[in-house]
């Protein structure tokens, strides 16, 4: 038989007892009227005591478990900010075609297309990767829709090149997508075409790859929901018990209704619905905006924010700036929208209760999503609502104080802020002076404001330790080398960066984000004291041991709790789901 | 080609090969003409001091009228601002990185933000005859890459190889592919300045030889016209099949399709079309080919173009 549903409500039945009482620990609160606890006492998912073993004695019933920490560190809850499983991980479970050979030959292509047809029947799209250009130039071919045509001529095909600058696609696809000599270019991308008949030859650059994507069917379910599972079996088992999934769609918010109702959504989730079109097509966009996403809603699931573009990324130099690129006489980067539509959407959203979280890496892109902020402030008062300002890689100093005075959550994210090979050849092209300055958790801090952390998933490693070392030290984690990225902060502030801040971030700070009684019992017990030893080289080894979402183990590392009959939803060794970080 | 476009030729090559050499060359051969050259470092081309006249934005403006600048990350906006010096361009030279294939650039040049002021005219890979096919894993498949993207392969430090080697290389770069041999990086004007090619019909004959200094010794070129509207199908099969010692073919064409008069270009085995304004519309077609000297195939090139009418 199915279990009962047991939500608590103002009437609902109080147990004297508590369910759980983990003694014996060196619990770090996160409170400041208690920073310290030996013990704590769980009912009914949320904290009854923070005190020392004695004090919660009286919460010992018959049926209460009485767990020994034996001394070991625990704490709240990481909470990791922005990160995308989906996006890292769909991809390598979807059922595309995957040539396999490195550069192969036309021939080769031929037959693999071939063989995915065959062993795929029916008249679906055949989508997958990859192909070279030159091994067309070298057989005296042209690559498009007619040698296409002439592989595949009844069902949609569509290729990307290694070097992922170019789509090849055939007629059957050019169709379906509506596309032909009387469609216009996109402006990041362009068609190529015949030159005297302006016939697409079937070759899409670019940013033209989404009109081919707009018209195939999204992702399925199955697989996203498969990326989600082991993007939150690996959160739990490395103490996240709260993230933002910034990017979603109906398709994306229904495996996550599936992983929750299936009681395997061990992470409490804000999803963010995208407003553009540019990773993949939302469908429903406005339909859940308007209240389709209430359907989604659960204690671990919420759909109540809207992920935006505003500039691009410093590797194309299209993070819109304040001043000139480096070595630029007037190239100040790209605002993907109007300032205008920024601000009448910020105001519209906030109206409705969404949370807007706004990709701004360059200080112009924030500048302007501020100054929205402030109008939507102005015209609405304080909604509640905290817009979160995403990525945050380079701020104004003029706008460290309108964190806090606009209530706007700084995000900082990827969590590269630390010198590596990849990290310190990406970001110099923001120029020495800009550098001194990124990811300023301390200035926003110092100005009273809310930072918090992301890791950015797969742009930087997903592991929340990794982040949480290097907020302290800004130095690279693994060698000596002593250069450092921006100004470090405390071990004390990075804490409370990275869980009482989430929280705050969520709109969860009354229930979640620090040990106190009345909250929910989202805490971890790791391997080490985190105060015990320098930080580089040592935070980021920290083992998970357990891991509490409203009291539910949700990960149980060596089975500790398994004899005493609580049963994790994962245990053993956090999966790997990515090469070791550099 | 179309005088309305700037044209650029894309230089690339694997690192050590004489890019550097080849573009130093290009720039030296600027006089007079309005050329920019975009390199990935501009201290290799080791200009000297005294001819750089003025530096601003770190394009530096040479006595010779040629101006020299960095490769920038945002390649697309570098170009834009590039189309828009006065005086006027007349070409644009891009040096690739070592370790890059060709066909990213050859992909922003026809961004349509740059189709109407600028125009793919050649892609010049420099290949090593000592080294190229001793390279291995994805550095052999970037060099395939350059090679494929070629519309001209510079095969350089010849005098560096025996005649097996250099055979062998040969067939290695295939058989369609257009090869100059060069020591140091020579490149004769012919293959890629066409500035001094010009259109005037000169008799009545069908085919004249046109006569140019600067073209050495190494080759000829020679003017074809006629009144008679090319089909645009035929035609594009017979450039296809244009034999390996023709370098290029630049005119005008008029094809049936509409009567419409046409500027084509074509270099290696690549082919452009693009409308001709309305003042060139009234005459017939006229192409110019560049060819090595002493090819003998002109009678049957014209057969086929014959074909085409």
């Not at chain 2, 594009?236 to 099949?241: E, F, K, V």
């Amino acid at each position: 038989m199915a279990e009962s549903d047991n939500f608590s409500s103002t009437h609902s039945a109080q147990g004297t007892y508590a369910d759980l009482i983990l003694g014996n620990g060196r619990i770090y609160t996160q409170n400041p009227a208690q920073p310290w606890a030996e013990a704590v006492a769980i009912r009914g998912g949320k904290l009854v005591g923070v005190a020392s073993l004695a004090e919660l004695q009286g919460f010992k019933g018959p049926n209460t478990l009485v767990h020994d920490l034996q001394g070991a560190f625990c704490m709240p809850g990481l909470h990791d900010m922005h990160t995308h499983p989906d996006l890292a991980l769909a991809p390598r479970y979807s059922d595309d075609l995957d040539v396999g050979i490195e550069d192969p030959t036309p021939e080769q292509l031929r037959a693999s297309i071939l063989a995915y047809a065959e062993a795929h029947p029916g008249d679906g799209w055949i989508y997958g990767q990859y192909w070279v250009r030159y091994t067309f130039r070298e057989a005296g071919l042209t690559p498009g829709r007619a040698w296409l045509d002439s592989v595949m001529p009844d069902r949609p095909v569509a290729l990307l090149d290694r070097m992922w600058g170019t789509m090849m696609v055939n007629s059957k696809a050019l169709e379906l997508a509506g596309i032909d000599r009387h469609t216009a270019d996109p402006r990041n991308g362009y068609l190529e075409r015949d030159e005297l008949s302006g016939e697409p030859n079937g070759l899409m650059i670019d940013g033209a790859y989404a009109m081919i994507h707009a018209a195939m069917p999204p992702t399925p379910v199955s697989v996203l929901r498969r990326a989600y599972r082991d993007g939150v079996h690996f959160q739990s088992s490395r103490g996240v018990t709260a993230s933002k999934y910034v990017h979603v769609c109906e398709q994306r918010l229904q495996a996550l209704k599936e992983l929750d109702d299936s009681g395997e959504l061990t992470v409490r989730i804000e999803a963010a619905i995208s407003w553009q079109d540019d990773i993949f097509p939302v469908r429903r966009r406005w339909e859940l905006l308007s209240g389709e996403r209430h359907y989604y809603r659960s204690a671990r699931l919420s759909a109540n924010a809207v992920k935006f573009h505003f500039d691009g990324t410093v590797e194309p130099k299209s993070s819109y700036l304040l001043t000139p690129w480096p070595e630029e006489s007037s190239w100040r980067g790209k605002l993907n929208l109007t300032p205008e539509h920024i601000t009448d959407m910020v105001v519209d959203m906030d109206s409705r209760g969404i949370r807007v979280i706004a990709h701004c890496t360059g200080d112009g892109a924030s500048d302007v999503f501020l100054d929205a902020v402030a109008e939507a402030r102005r015209r609405n008062g304080f909604s509640g609502v905290r817009h979160q300002c995403a990525h945050s890689t380079l701020l104004h100093p003029g706008n460290l104080p309108r964190f806090k005075e606009l209530n706007v959550i700084a995000e900082f994210s990827p969590a590269a802020w630390y010198p590596t090979p990849f990290a310190s050849g990406a970001r110099s092209g923001y120029g020495q002076e800009r550098l001194k300055r990124i990811y300023d958790f301390k200035g926003v801090l110092e100005a009273g404001g809310t930072a918090v952390m992301g890791t950015d998933w797969p742009v930087a490693s997903i592991d929340p330790w990794l982040a949480l070392e290097t907020m302290v030290t800004r130095q690279n984690p693994w060698n000596d080398d002593p250069s450092c990225f921006g100004d470090p902060i405390s071990l004390e502030q990075a804490l409370n960066v990275i869980t009482l801040n989430g929280a705050v971030a969520m709109g969860l700070e009354q229930s979640t984000g620090s040990l106190e009684v009345g909250k929910s019992a989202d805490l971890i017990v790791i391997d080490r004291d985190l105060f015990a030893q320098p930080a580089r080289n040592y935070i980021h080894q920290t083992q998970v041991l357990l891991t509490f979402v409203d009291g539910q183990l949700v990960y149980d590392r060596n089975g500790a709790l398994a004899d005493a009959g609580l049963k994790a939803v994962w245990t053993g060794e956090p999966p790997v789901l990515e090469g070791k970080a550099q | 080609m179309n005088p309305q476009r700037i044209a650029v030729t894309v230089v690339s090559g694997f690192l050590g090969a004489g890019k550097t050499t080849l573009l130093n060359r290009m720039v030296r051969r600027a006089e007079g003409s309005r050329l920019a050259v975009i390199v990935n470092d501009f201290g290799e081309l080791n200009i000297d001091a005294a001819i750089v006249s003025e530096v601003t934005d770190a394009v530096y403006s040479l006595q010779n009228g040629c101006i020299c600048c960095t490769v920038q990350e945002d390649l697309l906006a570098q170009l834009s601002s590039l189309a828009q010096l006065q005086p006027r361009l007349e070409r644009i030279v891009i040096e690739c990185s070592g370790v890059s294939d060709p066909q990213r650039i050859v992909q922003t040049l026809a961004y349509p933000q740059l189709r109407g002021q600028m125009q793919l005219d050649m892609v010049i890979t420099v290949v090593d005859a000592t080294a190229h096919l001793q390279l291995d894993g994805e550095y052999a498949r970037l060099a395939r890459a350059q090679v494929a993207a070629a519309d001209l392969l510079l095969l350089n430090k010849t005098d560096l190889v025996d005649a097996t080697q250099l055979q062998a290389l040969r067939e290695a770069l295939g058989l369609r592919t257009r090869i100059h041999e060069s020591v140091q990086a020579q490149l004769p004007d012919a293959l890629w300045l066409d500035s001094d090619l010009d259109l005037q019909p000169r008799s009545l004959k069908p085919l004249v030889r046109v006569s140019s200094d600067d073209h050495g010794e190494m080759f000829s070129s020679f003017l074809w016209q006629s009144p008679q509207p090319l089909n645009v199908e035929r035609l594009r099969g017979w450039l296809q099949a244009l034999p390996r010692d023709v370098f290029r073919v630049k005119g005008l064409v008029l094809l049936d399709q509409g009567s419409k008069a046409h500027w084509l270009q074509h270099v290696g085995t690549r082919s452009q079309f693009l409308a001709a304004t309305d003042e060139a519309q009234a005459t017939g077609s006229r192409l110019v080919f560049i060819g090595r000297r002493g090819f003998a195939g002109w009678d049957a090139l014209v057969e086929g173009l014959e074909q085409c009418q």
